[in-house]
Each structure stands twice: as structure tokens, then as C-alpha cells.
């Protein structure tokens, strides 16, 4: 049988080598954007964001938009996570939350009038089903009362739910407000590390929630996992995995647990005893790729994996594979217009960020001012840069005749210096480059950060230099390592 005539859901979509990750394995970022978040500066503020608005209207009014609204509250606290987040069981503080986010949403609302179609909505936390079912109503009329929704068909909307926040009648309330795809938070079903990372959480509770969005036609259900946890072993990953499988979701996500106690407090709580080995850890990997695979799924690039008849899997395949703050996309070039603490928007050139914390939000507010405490305003060259991670984090491949039609460079001047690092990994059997394309190997797809640092021009500093070469002996502090 040739590959063509191979199923889509047999074809290997990546390949698992150990000795080869050992060997590159280091830190580096998740280009969820470019520039990254730590690049952006307090010299970004409210009027360059109206200013940035103000060209992406001038461009087309009829360009749609992409909208996350953060909810940072938790009733209890997950010693693992690493959002901005703020845990309370007094959820008056959400009332007032909501008072002033619905107000930030208003003054986005009144800058994109006539441009201000939503395809993409996302709900994310903190606990977003931590709203009671009337404020998520409330709020989700308010946004139809500012911005204009595409259809239930063409509308990608989505939220982020903790299967113990809700009942199968929340699940079906979710769905008749407008919510068509629905993520949850799962990260491993064996008791004892529920119990480590303080996440207790009955398989019997997350299958009901499953059932309630099936029987409620949400048209994607995705489930996130971690390996690296505390008392997390190869037997009990194996025995998630098996649960996750049987419970047949349309995506998977499953993250590399960082554990970056300096970052963030609550991961002081987890005994680095219980911490499997970094040989455990590869192990649990390649497992996950091998049930997963197995199971009929894609690898589509750094932590996830859809169904080959996913709208992910089959944007990948028709190169229409978009990345932004909340991962993966099929919505390209849409801009990203991002309400709550902390959060970030993408607007033309431009990334920009909210204050973090409450009381900054509510004043800044209260002077009927957008929050933004800090962002960037992209250069050519970090345009083009970025567009070339994104290609190669999508797609897997980029083509140089593509880029140098769009800009006004000779590829292989422009970036001798990236081309030589390039022929480097090409000898490890990360990527093959011709003179039409550059094209990542099956091996080459788990260490995709590896390839794209490459072409990230701010990670010449001195520090950042220091560590790759050996000679210094902490890394960078807001990376992970890209394994």
C-alpha cells in the first residue's frame, strides 16, 4: 500500500527518540506568540493600543475577531498550576469582577464598532464554571449586546471547565448560551496523585460531565492531562491513559509539568521527592505518543492530539493551522481581543497585557481606562520572524519562495546566520532544507522549540547565551525546558 493510500489516522504523525531528546532537550520558549510575553515593556500603553485599533479598522472592518475573557477565580488551590489566578470561597469578589470586566468589555465594544464580528470566543481561568449559571447568562449577554457572534456553525466558542464545578444540567445551560466546544481539566485520574497535587477529582464525576456535553451536542470535547507529576509513575500514566482513551474525547492535551517553585508559590506544596526522574518523565512521553497514536489520534504539534476528523487535524492538513495565547487555531489572522487580569490581546502589530492584579484592574477601570500595564509593537523583522514560528509550529514546514514573496528579503542572506544553526539540527535529523523548503522530520516535531529558537533574535543575551554554551548554571527563569 503506498502512503497515499495509507488511512489518515495510520499515517505516523510524529516519532518518539530518546537519546535524540536527552541530547537537545533544554530551555526555551512555547511561542504561544512572537516576540514572547517577557519581551513585552511598560512602554506599551492604553493610547498605543487605541492607535493600534485604530489601523486594524483602517485595514477592514470586516475582519473578524478571536475574544478570551479571563475568570482567575479557584475555590481551592492546585499545587501544579502556574495561571494568574485568585482563590477564594467568598464569591461576592466575583460580583465585583464582573462589574468591571463587563465595563472593560463595553469600552472594547464601543472602539470596534462595525468591526466587530466574534468567531473565536474562549473562557479561561482560573475557574470560568466557578460564575454561577445567571452571571455566565449576564455576561454572555453582554457580549452579544457589544459584539456580533458568527453562527453556531462558524463560531468556534469554547470554555475551560473543572468537572467539579459542575452538574450535567450546567453542562446542557452552557451549551444553550452559546458554548459549542468544552475543554476539561483532568491531569491524571490516579487517587494518589489527586491527592498530591491537592485535585481531587472521581473518574465516575468527569465521564458524567462528558456524557452531559455529548448528550448537549457540543461539537468538540477536549481533555488536558500532565505528566511529571508527584507520585506519578509509568503504571499509573498507563491506567489514565486507558480511561482517557475509553472516554473518547475529540482532542487531548497533555503538558510537561515544569516545576518552577521560584515562579509559583503554590508549587512549593509539592515534595520534589515525589517528582518522578527525568528518565520516568521521557518514559511517560513516549508512552502517551504511543497509546495515543495507537488509539487513532494526530499529533499536532507540541502537547496535542485530535481526532484525524477534528477541525485542528484537518486545518493542519490544509495548512490553515493558526497559534496564539490559548494554543492551537483554525482561525488565521483573526485579531485577538482579550478581557480580565493578565490578559493578553494581539492586535495588528501589537501584543499588549492587562494588570495582574485586582486592584490595579479596578482602577485603572475606574479612570475609564482599558488595564494595559505593558505590550509590544512588533518591527518588520519580528513580523517576519513571526510568521516563520508559526509556519514552522503549524505547519512543520515552511516554504522560502513563500517568504520572499511576502517580504523584501533573500532568505538565505537574510538568515545565513539561522541556516547554519539549521544544518546543525539537520544533522541530528531534526529538519531537511533544499532550496524551495525547510521540512521538520517526524523526529524533529517534539523538539519544534528547538527549530524555532533558531530564528528568535532576542535569545542572544549574554545570560541566555551563557547557559546553552555550559557556563553558567541557571537558566532563564520564565522558560521551561521544551521536553
Known amino acids: 500500500m503506498t ?12 516519532e518518539f527518540d530518546a537519546q535524540l531528546i536527552r541530547k537537545l532537550n533544554q530551555v526555551g520558549p512555547r511561542y504561544t506568540s512572537y516576540p514572547t510575553a517577557d519581551r513585552f515593556t511598560a512602554e506599551f500603553g492604553y493610547r498605543d493600543y487605541l492607535q493600534a485599533v485604530t489601523g486594524a479598522r483602517a485595514r477592514s472592518n470586516t475582519h473578524p475577531l478571536s475574544v478570551y475573557i479571563h475568570i ?6 492546585c499545587y501544579y498550576c502556574g495561571c494568574n489566578k485568585v482563590v477564594t470561597k467568598d464569591h461576592s469578589k466575583a460580583v465585583t469582577y464582573l462589574s468591571y470586566l463587563k465595563r472593560e468589555i463595553e469600552m472594547q465594544g464601543r472602539l470596534l464598532v462595525g468591526a466587530n464580528q466574534i468567531e473565536q470566543l474562549h473562557f479561561g481561568g482560573g475557574t470560568p464554571t466557578y460564575l454561577t449559571d445567571a452571571q455566565m447568562e449576564d455576561l454572555m449577554a453582554h457580549l452579544r449586546r457589544w459584539f456580533s457572534f458568527a453562527s453556531d456553525a462558524n463560531g468556534e466558542y469554547s470554555i475551560e471547565v473543572d468537572p467539579r464545578t459542575v452538574t450535567r444540567e450546567r453542562v446542557q445551560a452552557l451549551r444553550r448560551q452559546g458554548f459549542n466546544r468544552i475543554s476539561l481539566g483532568v491531569q491524571d485520574f490516579d487517587a494518589d496523585v489527586q491527592k498530591a497535587v491537592n485535585r481531587i477529582q472521581p473518574e465516575s464525576q468527569t465521564l458524567e460531565v462528558i456524557s452531559a456535553a455529548r448528550d448537549a451536542q457540543f461539537r468538540s470535547i477536549s481533555i488536558d492531562l500532565i505528566y511529571g507529576l508527584p507520585k506519578q509513575n509509568l503504571i499509573t500514566m498507563n491506567q489514565t491513559l486507558t480511561k482517557v482513551i475509553a472516554a473518547d474525547p475529540d482532542r487531548i492535551s497533555i503538558y510537561n509539568y515544569a516545576h518552577l517553585p521560584h515562579l509559583f508559590k503554590p508549587q512549593r506544596r509539592i515534595a520534589e521527592a515525589d517528582l518522578p526522574d527525568l528518565e520516568t518523565k521521557l518514559d511517560m512521553l513516549a508512552l502517551c505518543i504511543k497509546r495515543l497514536t495507537a488509539a487513532g489520534y494526530v499529533y499536532i504539534g507540541m502537547d496535542h492530539f485530535a481526532k484525524p476528523t477534528d477541525d485542528l487535524a484537518i486545518a493542519q492538513r490544509q495548512g ?3 497559534r496564539n495565547f490559548q494554543g492551537y487555531s483554525t482561525h488565521v489572522g483573526a485579531d485577538l481581543i482579550s478581557c480580565g487580569i493578565s490578559a493578553i490581546s494581539a492586535v495588528g502589530a501589537t501584543y499588549s497585557q492587562n494588570v495582574k492584579t485586582l486592584d490595579e484592574y479596578y482602577e485603572q477601570i475606574e479612570q475609564n481606562e482599558l488595564p494595559i500595564a505593558r505590550g509590544i509593537k512588533l518591527s ?13 509550529m503549524c505547519n512543520f514546514e515552511l516554504s ?25 539540527l539537520e544533522k541530528d535529523g531534526l529538519l531537511t532544507i533544499d532550496d524551495e523548503w525547510i521540512s521538520v522530520t517526524l523526529k524533529g516535531r517534539l523538539l519544534i522549540r528547538n527549530i524555532c529558537m533558531v530564528f528568535d533574535r532576542y535569545l542572544n543575551s549574554a545570560t541566555e547565551a551563557g547557559y546553552a554554551a555550559g557556563k553558567t548554571d541557571a537558566p532563564p527563569l520564565r522558560h521551561s525546558k521544551t521536553i
Do not use: W
Open 3 to 14: 502512503a497515499s493510500a495509507i488511512p489518515i489516522n495510520l499515517l505516523p504523525s510524529v
Open 72 to 77: 482567575p477565580f479557584c475555590e481551592s488551590i
Open 320 to 322: 490553515r493551522l493558526h
Open 380 to 392: 518588520m523583522d519580528d513580523l517576519l520572524r513571526r510568521i516563520i514560528i508559526q509556519m514552522l
Open 400 to 424: 522560502v519562495a513563500a517568504i520572499e514573496l511576502a517580504y523584501p528579503i533573500s532568505f538565505r542572506t537574510y538568515f545565513a546566520g539561522e541556516l547554519e544553526k539549521l544544518r546543525v
